[in-house]
């Protein structure tokens, strides 16, 4: 419906079209004939404009929920499920959760790690121990997971840790010793460093034991000494050097440049 502000205009206009009555004051016989008047040609009633808008009217509706419905499907939320998931003694494998905790309640012991959300989970397959360790911290409490049934936690101080890789044991072969590429002797004149003779193959280049078609390493590095070849050493204050090697470089690059593209056009 319309509110009185907004009808307060078509009341005034609906005035406007109907007759004003006058106040004055009339005679008995005068009175009498505008009655039967009236009662023997009844006047035509006119349609008022309210009725007339009446089909256009609209109605408002709340814009926004009333107080106190904001809340109310939060105020008994579903359980977090937190607590202990398994219990001492019992067999976890790698990724299973032992408890779940909102804060650090319980801390990771041996074998074990925290989430994000500071959920424990085990590292390794094994049995879970809830188990306290005075000498590491006075109050924390800690989760492991062991992999003996019998076994128990905490650790003596500076004791091996015991680790669980899940490999077949196998029988230990004995280390063979690789064939020097040189070998050494000393003499009056000092420490002689020779070649160890090839061996001799019956098809193909000679090869030397663990090595194939090369020379032995501290000969390649002494060449450029018997060569008698020294290289300068480097100044870090000589730009000019660094400044034509630069140049160099660019104008080689150029000129790649130049005959790539003169490749393409062929």
């Known amino acids: 419906m319309f509110k009185p502000r907004v009808l307060a205009p078509f009341r005034a206009l609906e005035r ?3 007759p004003i009555r006058t106040t004055h004051s009339l005679t008995q016989s005068q009175s009498v004939l505008r009655t039967l008047s009236a009662s023997a040609f009844p006047k035509p009633q006119t349609p008022s404009l309210s009725n007339t ?7 408002r509706h709340a814009s926004h929920a009333s107080q106190g419905t904001a809340n109310r499907h939060s105020r008994d939320p579903a359980g977090k499920r937190l607590g202990a998931k398994r219990s001492g003694g019992e067999y976890v494998v790698p990724g299973c959760i032992i408890f779940r905790q909102r804060g650090s309640l319980w801390f990771p012991g041996e074998n074990c ?11 390794q397959a094994g049995y879970v121990r809830y188990y306290l360790d005075p000498e590491k911290h006075s109050k924390r409490r800690y989760i492991g997971v062991v992999f003996d ?10 004791a091996p840790n015991r ?13 063979v010793e690789a064939q020097p590429d040189l070998s050494a002797t000393v003499d009056e004149d000092g420490v002689r460093v020779e070649d160890v003779e090839a061996v001799k193959a019956v098809f193909g280049p000679q090869l030397r034991p663990g090595y194939m078609y090369r020379e032995a390493n501290w000969k390649i590095g002494r060449a450029a000494e018997i060569a008698g070849i020294t290289a300068p050493g480097y100044d870090r204050r000589d730009r000019w050097t660094a400044w034509r090697k630069r140049q160099q470089r660019a104008e080689r690059a150029a000129q790649m440049k130049s005959l790539k593209g003169n490749k393409n056009k062929k």
Do not use: C, W
């Not at 790690?113 to 590292?123: E, L, N, S």
């Not at 680790?163 to 280390?175: A, C, W, Y």
């Open 16 to 18: 406007s079209f109907t």
């Open 53 to 59: 808008l009446l089909p256009f009217t609209q109605v």
């Open 113 to 123: 790690g925290m989430g994000r959300d500071h959920t424990i989970y085990a590292t």
């Open 149 to 158: 049934k019998n076994e128990q936690l905490p650790h003596p101080r500076n």
């Open 163 to 175: 680790r669980k890789l899940n490999m077949v044991s196998i029988p230990m072969e004995e280390k």
